[in-house]
């Protein structure tokens, strides 16, 4: 027996010997840094124009070689694995997940002066995302590519049944109309229906109706919910209606029947593709996966409706450094070439939402790619409403993004499976999201202090408009009333 | 005492074996179970205590487990992980019917193959028949029936280790894909199940419009009287117990406490129209006069309160849930009408994406994979250790199979039988993890967060380890004193 027990022990070392040597480090005679991202093909092409671009800007090995080798880790791209994994001291060296969530967890180095001395600091990209790569005036990260959430059409489908694209801009009420037309015409009496306006109501466009009356998810500084509110008690009774009464978004269980699997950009893709969605609410990153198909629709682009102020959301896959790495150097690299017209250019062609740099947004090659003539017209209206009316979720620094979203994905879904009344889960949503805050001020006292500042600043804010006196703008820490106050004539520019 | 050198070097090879295991045990097992109790009585939260923020740890007491007591939600996922648990005894009714089957010996004699024979002729016509009724599109209909009749040829062939292999298969299936196979079977337009209830709830949507409805009445009224019977019968049982001293008064007062709880319940679920307040009072009236009835008669014989505890549980809470089936039934016979004048006619559930049909419909799923899981295995092995003997003089003294299977086959599965609850019970605490992230992530509206999700969204949403190990280290307790009990008063009934 105690030879076999030898034996076994040898077995393990020689086994640890040979994972120790086939490591990918290794076998690699540059260092190796590790990207944390999505399973997208693109990235195997963005890696060879990075290893390009570090030959041409001079990161050589004295043999001429890329001076570091960019592998992909697309199996921990998971928020949480992100999470255990850097807290642990072990994680890639490049993520492209929330900067400002991760920021939470101080997870991220600071690029600020890499970004200055590169060449990739904010003033190189979208000015709307600036509270998505910084945070307290430190810049945390650089986007890989900008999405801006937007209606996208299938023009084919809207032919079938003989109707015009809807228009770019529209008010709710249109919205409406177009949508009952629609699905009248599409979905023939007494059978089920197959075919909707659009995917289902969920919190983004919920959201997104409400801001366009004036009222976001946080006060102007960030310390507290205000969804208690009668506006977003609207904006869920509207959803509520259109899915359940106008039929124009299908249920939860009309989507569950559909049988198409999920791929790159979600099953709503291919049932947008089939024409079973008249429009879905996406970024310009559905393309690469539309292109894939056979023959992709003629696309269309409209806006989000809205009451009085147009509104959408903008976010950002945003690349940031871990505060673990120890290639921090070489990482800040590969976010310099994130800012560089290479990889500008190859967003713009492959079709990876909108590139970082506005600037590539003006070329002839992204308003009309040549090989894809059903895309032109939708390319340039994506860019422009990044810069105009896309503004960014509002971020409190005092709760967890993630618990904002399942509080009003749950109060979304009582509301539409008939166990709370909008105006109840409007109350629900904000008491426990206060609720939340609170938590998070008992458990840090270091977040107290700037609680306190903020509500204070608050209360001023709340006395200005009540005297009608207009708002200095740097009081304003929220992103969405930043733009509502200019927008209203109530604020103080400075 | 001194040690031989041999005795020496043969402690240490014996070390040696063991160390793998003993450090793996200690590193894997041990430190990490420590570390989440001392976890419990902390604010280790990830945002703050990392390697890269080292905000001053504190000793947070029991601050973790009584907001967890204060906290909504924990009340509500509780709630459903009980909900989903009361589905362990047709579980286990299940695992011990099929095993019961599978100790037969199915090969196919020379009559019984004809039986099975006659039954895949019967059919191919049947899948040949709905063809021509043009169910050409529901391939999967024409697919299982294809299934069950290769089934019952195999059967026919191999006996019952075709069978036994089948039932155990979703057993040593991953359980994600049996999940991913449920949500297909489950898709409320386009899956078999609804494909197969659509036109039979249409047909008995014209039954039931044709029905008058003093009918249906009178059956949601039948189903609630039925409940009041079960209760009567359970409180003439537990009074019996009292009488004879095999019931303390802890045991009859809880017992009654399960017994009262439907018809409680019944009040939030039902309005007065129906009736459901009034059924609740008068329920709840007897049952408390009645046990006051006990309590107060003079009794044949004294115990201790406790006694009986374990049986008065165990039938009280089996009754409680006949109870819940019953005002379900009658709950559904009450809306029949209303169902049936929908325009669209009677249609199916929608399962998964219904808040009130997400948790059955994980039951029913939970009910297929019990009845094949290591309780049939269990039971099989059970089946195969009753003597024979009593088989035979139960025959020879006229015992009907019936009646051999009460007074025989079940006492003598009791030990089996307990390991099962003790087992399924342990594991209704803890489950519901998979099925929830995979098929519903919690909802809809969180019907189908139990605790075990709870523990994930706490731990790795929000970054409150110290929280989320005081959820933990809450559902062990709980699990811990259910076991406990289990043992104490479950564990007799069994010896006896």
């Not at chain 2, 090969?107 to 016509?125: C, D, E, F, M, Q």
Request: aromatic content about 12%; glycine content about 8%; some cysteine.
């Amino acid at each position: 027996m105690k030879y076999v027990f030898v034996f076994c022990a040898l077995a393990l070392v020689a086994a640890g010997t040979l994972t120790k040597l086939t490591e990918p480090d290794a076998r690699s005679p540059v260092p190796v840094v590790y990207w944390a991202t999505d399973p997208n093909p693109a990235r195997i092409e963005q890696i060879r124009l990075f290893h390009e671009w570090l030959v041409k800007n001079g990161y050589t090995t004295p043999e001429g070689k890329p001076a570091i080798e960019l592998r992909l880790d697309t199996v921990n791209f998971d928020s949480s694995k992100l999470i255990v994994q850097g807290v642990s001291g072990v994680a890639a060296d490049i993520w492209d997940r929330g900067v400002p969530d991760l920021e939470n967890y101080s997870l991220l180095a600071d690029i600020t002066e890499d970004a200055r001395r590169l060449g990739f600091d904010t003033s190189h990209t979208y000015p709307a995302l600036a509270d998505l790569l910084s945070v307290d005036g430190k810049q945390y990260g650089f986007p890989c590519n900008v999405y801006v959430v937007n209606f996208w059409g299938n023009a084919d489908t809207f032919a079938k049944y003989k109707m015009k694209p809807p228009p770019r801009s529209w008010d709710i009420e249109t919205f409406e109309r177009i949508g009952k037309e629609f699905v009248g015409k599409a979905n023939p009496p007494g059978k089920r229906r197959t075919v909707f306006f659009t995917s289902a109501a969920n919190a983004t466009l919920l959201r997104v109706l409400a801001r366009s009356e004036g009222l976001d998810q946080f006060n102007e500084t960030l310390t507290k919910c205000t969804l208690d509110d009668e506006r977003f008690a609207r904006s869920l009774a509207m959803g509520y209606k259109w899915t359940y009464e106008d039929h124009i978004l299908p249920s939860a269980a009309d989507e569950s029947s559909f049988a198409t699997q999920a791929g790159y950009g979600g099953t709503h893709l291919s049932l947008f593709q089939q024409g079973n969605y008249g429009m879905i609410a996406i970024g310009r990153y559905m393309l690469i996966r539309l292109r894939d198909f056979a023959s992709p629709p003629r696309l269309f682009l409209s806006h989000l409706p809205y009451v009085e102020f147009e509104n959408t959301f903008v976010g950002t896959r945003a690349a940031g450094i871990y505060a673990g790495s120890s290639r921090k150097k070489e990482s800040a690299w590969f976010l310099a070439f994130l800012a560089s017209k290479e990889y500008n250019d190859n967003i713009v062609a492959d079709a990876d939402s909108l590139p970082p740099d506005p600037a590539a947004t003006t070329t002839e090659a992204f308003r009309h790619p040549p090989e894809h003539p059903n895309e032109w017209g939708t390319h340039e209206a994506a860019a422009r409403a990044a810069q105009t009316i896309a503004i960014v979720e509002s971020r409190s620094p005092f709760i967890e993004p993630s618990s904002v979203g399942r509080i009003v994905n749950v109060r979304i879904q009582e509301v539409m499976t008939g166990r709370a009344t909008p105006a109840q889960a409007a109350k629900d949503t904000a008491e426990r999201i206060n609720e939340e805050i609170q938590r998070t001020l008992a458990e840090s006292p270091s977040l107290r202090a700037r609680y306190e500042e903020l509500a204070a600043l608050q209360e001023k804010i709340d006395q200005y408009r009540r005297e009608g006196k207009k708002v200095p703008l740097d009081w304003i820490k929220n992103p969405f009333y930043r733009r509502y106050y200019v927008h209203k004539g109530w604020a103080q520019e400075n | 005492m001194s040690w031989s050198r041999a005795k020496k070097r043969s402690l240490a090879l014996g070390l040696a074996f063991l160390a793998p295991n003993i450090l793996g045990f200690l590193s894997f097992t041990l430190f990490p179970l420590v570390f989440s109790l001392i976890l419990a009585f902390t604010n280790w939260d990830l945002r703050l205590h990392n390697i890269f923020r080292q905000e001053t740890l504190r000793f947070a007491g029991f601050e973790n487990f009584s907001r967890l007591l204060t906290e909504r939600d924990f009340w509500k996922y509780l709630g459903n992980t009980a909900f989903l648990m009361m589905g362990i005894p047709f579980g286990i009714a299940g695992s011990l019917i099929t095993a019961i089957l599978l100790s037969r010996d199915l090969r196919g004699g020379s009559r019984r193959i004809w039986v099975y024979l006659v039954a895949v002729v019967l059919l191919v016509l049947g899948t040949g028949a709905l063809l021509l009724a043009g169910a050409g599109a529901t391939g999967m209909t024409i697919l299982i029936a294809g299934l069950v009749g290769l089934i019952l040829m195999g059967g026919t062939l191999g006996g019952s280790t075709v069978y036994r292999t089948l039932f155990y298969l979703p057993h040593f299936t991953a359980g994600v894909a049996t999940f991913i196979l449920w949500k297909k079977l489950y898709n409320p337009h386009t899956g078999p199940i609804n494909n197969a209830l659509r036109p039979l709830l249409q047909s008995f949507g014209s039954v039931i419009q044709a029905t008058p409805p003093g009918v249906l009445r009178g059956i949601a009224w039948a189903c609630l009287v039925g409940m009041a019977m079960l209760v009567l019968t359970a409180l003439r049982r537990l009074s019996r117990a009292w009488r004879d001293g095999e019931a303390g008064r802890l045991s009859v007062v809880l017992g009654g406490a399960l017994l009262l709880a439907p018809a409680a319940l019944a009040t939030r679920w039902a309005p007065w129209s129906e009736g459901g307040l009034a059924l609740a009072g008068a329920a709840g009236a007897m049952t408390v006069l009645a046990l006051a009835a006990a309590i107060v008669r003079k009794r044949e014989f004294r115990c201790r309160h406790d006694e009986g505890l374990g049986f008065a549980l165990m039938f009280c809470g089996v009754l409680m849930i006949a109870q819940f089936a019953l005002l379900g039934l009658s709950r559904v016979a009450a809306a029949l009408p209303a169902m049936a004048a929908n325009p669209d006619g009677m249609t199916p559930p929608e399962w998964i994406t219904s808040y009130y049909w997400a948790k059955p419909a994980i039951m029913i799923m939970g009910f297929w994979g019990a009845i094949g899981s290591n309780n049939m295995l269990l039971y099989l092995a059970g089946l195969s250790n009753v003597p024979q003997d009593l088989y035979e003089a139960a025959s020879i003294d006229g015992a009907s199979p019936m009646q051999r299977f009460w007074n025989v086959t079940w006492p003598q599965l009791a030990p089996v039988t307990f390991f099962i609850v003790v087992m399924s019970v342990i594991g209704g605490l803890q489950g519901g993890f998979e099925m929830a992230r995979t098929m519903t992530q919690g909802g809809p509206a969180g019907a189908t967060t139990t605790l075990s999700y709870f523990v994930y969204t706490q731990g790795f949403e929000t970054g409150r380890l110290g929280y989320a190990s005081g959820i933990a280290w809450t559902l062990f307790l709980l699990v811990f004193l259910v076991t406990l009990f289990n043992w104490k008063f479950g564990n007799k009934y069994v010896n006896d």
